[in-house]
């Protein structure tokens, strides 16, 4: 296609050098495009630093105060329960109320959340019970805002951007999660806890003054009686759509079967002879995958069958997960981890850009509520199911078990739902 700016068309030895790395590298036409959805992706990229950092700082103040893991473990479970029971219904308040003014309260008191952690932290106010009930409280303050905030996206841009909108919202989450708690623990390290909370709190300045300059953003409605959204409509529409159920369900087959976050520390010293070290390293390599998806998700957008690279992403990441497993040389075995990151990646972009396209606008929130039940859930039942199969076998057993599992599984969906790889981007029916 030829290619444009605001001059005119670009032709000749220019255009014709730009073209092959558009292709490749992550395509930014949804910043350049659409002014809110950039102010809102940049304040979400801010905040995403900002949480991370919070998460790291939460956790070490918790082992500091109590010496035990298990304390620290709590963290992530009074996050869990509230992701999950006000996920389905921040689903649907998304779609009964302005999403914007729901972004922006929901913001506003994740913000005032972490002022309150600095102010404790300042104060020497050194209270388990405190930390946990801010952290439930901010996994609220998400649950209301993440349904809100993406069901905005396809008001702000038109339905061939949804991918390479999607990519850079993966690159935003991942970049995140590993560029934040290594800021929270040198910020840590130098000035301590509340510091660490109280960049966190400013950081949400930017999703604010995002939302903020967001028009009205009301769902739109379908003719008749007007009533609240309800949670068992929303799951009612979701059953009787085929091809979103299967965004979940693929989802499901590589959180739940081949997750093998739980075993690393296992793998770490049984396969490698590591330490703590290499815990990180495995850790850490699906990240860098999922981020270079993201960087080089160029070639995504042209893309129409969406369904069949679902299913081919959630095979790739369970067959590197599975040869993972058969490894015994740490690079080797990262660089598998890696590549299951990647599609990962892929997979969540197509999955999110189904559910943005073919459902509509008064079922988004509520759909979106789903995912973010399926997302927070999934990996946590998969870390249970991993260490119970390693404790019944060996880690090798259930990580290579798992991968295989995984793409088993997805092959059955396949054919069970043959529709579902026929789906078509240009005509998206749910």
Same mark, same amino acid.
């Given at each position: ?264 520390? &296992?793998? *770490?010293? @049984?396969?490698?002879? !590591?330490? +703590?070290? /290499?815990? =990180?390293? $495995?850790?850490?390599?699906? %990240? #860098? ?98 260490? &119970?199969? *390693?404790? @019944?076998?060996?880690? !090798?057993? +259930?990580? /290579?078990? =798992?991968? $295989?599992?995984?793409?088993? %599984? #997805? ?20």
């Amino acid at each position: 296609m030829t290619q444009t700016t605001s001059h005119g068309p670009r032709s000749g030895r220019d255009g014709d050098a730009t073209l092959p790395r558009r292709r490749i590298f992550a395509d930014l036409t949804p910043l350049r495009t659409s002014p809110h959805y950039r102010r809102l992706w940049f304040g979400n990229t801010i905040s995403w630093v900002g949480q991370a950092m919070t998460a790291l700082a939460v956790s070490l103040q918790v082992y500091d105060i109590t010496r035990s893991s298990f304390s620290v473990g709590l963290v992530g479970l009074c996050s869990l329960v509230p992701l999950v029971v006000f996920g389905l219904y921040g689903g649907a308040i998304a779609d009964t109320v302005d999403r914007r003014k729901l972004g922006l309260a929901s913001s506003a008191g994740a913000a005032v959340l972490s002022v309150g952690l600095a102010a404790a932290a300042l104060a020497d106010f050194h209270r388990v019970w405190f930390l946990y009930t801010v952290v439930a409280l901010q996994a609220v303050c998400g649950a209301l805002n993440s349904p809100a905030r993406t069901s905005m996206i396809p008001k702000l841009l038109p339905p061939e951007q949804l991918p390479a909108a999607n990519a850079l919202s993966s690159m935003t989450t991942t970049s995140g999660m590993m560029i934040g708690p290594m800021l929270g623990g040198l910020i840590v390290g130098l000035w301590g806890y509340q510091a660490a909370y109280l960049i966190d709190a400013v950081a949400f300045s930017a999703a604010l003054y995002a939302m903020w300059r967001l028009p009205s953003m009301r769902p739109e409605r379908a003719q008749g009686p007007k009533r609240r959204a309800s949670v068992i409509d929303g799951l009612r529409f979701l059953a009787t759509r085929p091809n979103l159920r299967m965004t979940f369900f693929s989802d499901m087959c590589a959180m739940v079967l081949a997750h093998p976050r739980a075993l690393f520390p &296992a793998v *770490a010293v @049984l396969w490698y002879g !590591g330490d +703590a070290r /290499t815990v =990180g390293l $495995l850790v850490a390599a699906p %990240a #860098v995958g999922a981020l270079l998806g993201g960087v080089f998700s160029g070639r995504l957008g042209r893309i129409r069958r969406h369904g069949l690279a679902i299913l081919l992403s959630v095979a790739a990441w369970g067959t590197a997960i599975a040869v993972f497993g058969l490894t015994r040389n740490l690079w080797l075995g990262l660089f598998f981890l890696a590549l299951a990151g990647c599609a990962d990646t892929i997979s969540m972009v197509f999955r999110s850009t189904m559910l943005q396209a073919a459902t509509p606008d008064e079922m988004r929130g509520r759909l979106q509520g789903v995912f973010i039940v399926v997302v927070a859930g999934g990996p946590r039942l998969g870390d249970f199911l991993a260490g &119970a199969a *390693a404790d @019944l076998t060996s880690p !090798g057993v +259930a990580v /290579t078990g =798992g991968g $295989l599992a995984c793409v088993v %599984a #997805v092959g059955l969906l396949a054919l069970r739902w043959r529709g579902f790889a026929r789906y078509d981007a240009r005509v998206p029916k749910p």
